[in-house]
């Protein structure tokens, strides 16, 4: 069972999850209490081995030229490097970090990566260097990257990424969703060309999850030219089974019922075609800012479900900008993610989004009566059902799981309706004021 630890660092005093435990986690609580700080620790460690892999691939051109004037001498250092680096982008620089922080992943029994602080001398030159981020490996890895030497050919770099995955016994393809989104939707044609015209040091300065997000956007773009339809087509990605078939239109349905429209790419020019009428188009500099938030996340969604995609998706603030009704479609998409070979994990503010996910994992637990499945199914498609669901909440610098009811299936209804019980007392106490004004009149 793979699980995170996460000690003082950030806002998080101490955090420690169970990571393969549900196909759907929902992470909430008050801005600034880490959320961020935990979604994007997991994030980095299930994308390391595309570090691995960019490692390899590089290491394999380079050879010994890497290890010139370097303070590491074999891959195992290279790829501590590299790792570091990439920890930095997401988080930026080390020397606010606490020295008691840590951040360790477990994989399997003693297969793990662990991050810290500390202070150490620089290799060749003695110079003491303050807050200095260590990683450590558990000694299966270690004993992994010792292994890998000059020269490597193409398929030794497959064979070492294989064996890799195997070692972490993780096939998952790691995405992560940040917040912000409306601006990528809106200059993606612009943002494509910064990307281009940067260099690496000019990359680097962008939220690594930023940057990343717009080149998944980038490749996939042109394959939504032709629409939703031919993406579900036997045409791409091979030929599909009935069953499968119907899970596509759902989603395509409740992509059009979120969007207003559907999203093409005419000569260059995204466009959302409004539903009543396909040849009237809206251009998507021109939608509102709930379309753009959400654009991408449907088009990816849509892109890992049919490609059948073994994927764990991280997913901030799917809300952002929706009314309530578009909040709960959206949160359906995501379950029907969940339900095909993806992990899923999000944070959110929303009681609407918390109260959706109830629903869904309602509906489920009531399905498995077979007397009134198909009322259930009725109500909610099975497609959307939800098996499987745990619920965070982060506060005070700790995360604590907050289920109940159903032998703690469902989430606590204090946080689904925490906020609008304190507005309801609110009003409460203000129409007790007006009430005795009223008598005071008299």
Request: glycine fraction near 4%; include cysteine.
């Amino acid at each position: 069972m793979a699980s995170i630890l996460i000690q003082n660092f950030g806002p998080i005093k101490k955090c420690k999850l169970n990571i393969s435990d549900t196909n759907f986690m929902v992470i909430t609580g008050r801005q600034a209490s880490g959320k961020s700080t935990v979604v994007k620790s997991i994030y980095f460690f299930k994308a390391v081995k595309e570090v691995l892999m960019e490692s390899l691939r590089k290491y394999s051109i380079s050879g010994d030229e890497l290890f010139k004037n370097a303070y590491y001498t074999n891959f195992s250092g290279y790829f501590r490097t590299n790792l570091r680096t990439r920890f930095m982008e997401l988080f930026g620089t080390s020397q606010n970090m606490e020295k008691s922080m840590k951040v360790r992943y477990d994989y399997s029994e003693d297969v793990y990566i662990e991050l810290g602080v500390k202070n150490r001398k620089f290799d060749n030159t003695g110079k003491k260097i303050y807050n200095y981020l260590e990683v450590t490996f558990g000694s299966p890895i270690f004993t992994f990257l010792n292994q890998i030497k000059m020269p490597l050919t193409s398929d030794d770099i497959k064979k070492f990424y294989d064996e890799f995955e195997d070692l972490i016994d993780d096939h998952y393809t790691p995405y992560f969703v940040p917040a912000g989104r409306c601006l990528m939707s809106l200059l993606t044609s612009q943002l494509n060309y910064f990307m281009i015209s940067m260099d690496d040091h000019q990359k680097k300065l962008m939220d690594y999850c930023t940057r990343k997000f717009i080149e998944i956007i980038s490749k996939l773009k042109d394959m939504f030219s032709s629409g939703m339809d031919f993406i579900a087509s036997d045409n791409m990605f091979g030929k599909k089974n009935a069953e499968f078939k119907k899970v596509l239109k759902l989603m395509n349905q409740k992509t059009k019922e979120i969007l207003k429209g559907e999203y093409r790419i005419i000569n260059g020019e995204e466009r959302l075609y409004l539903k009543e009428d396909n040849e009237k188009y809206v251009k998507i500099n021109y939608t509102s800012s709930g379309q753009q938030e959400i654009l991408w996340i449907v088009n990816l969604l849509y892109y890992i479900v049919s490609s059948k995609t073994k994927a764990f998706i991280i997913i901030e603030e799917p809300e952002s900008h929706l009314y309530p009704d578009a909040q709960k479609v959206i949160m359906e998409l995501i379950a029907i993610a969940a339900n095909n070979g993806c992990q899923i994990v999000t944070t959110t503010h929303s009681p609407y989004v918390l109260g959706t996910l109830n629903n869904l994992k309602f509906a489920a637990y009531l399905a498995n009566n077979s007397c009134i499945k198909d009322e259930v199914y009725n109500i909610i498609p099975e497609a959307i059902c939800l098996d499987s669901l745990e619920a965070y909440y982060v506060q005070n610098g700790g995360i604590e799981l907050c289920l109940e009811d159903m032998d703690g299936e469902l989430i606590d209804n204090t946080l689904i309706d925490g906020a609008s019980q304190l507005i309801n007392d609110n009003l409460d106490s203000l129409f007790e004021l007006y009430g005795r004004l009223f008598e005071s009149e008299e």
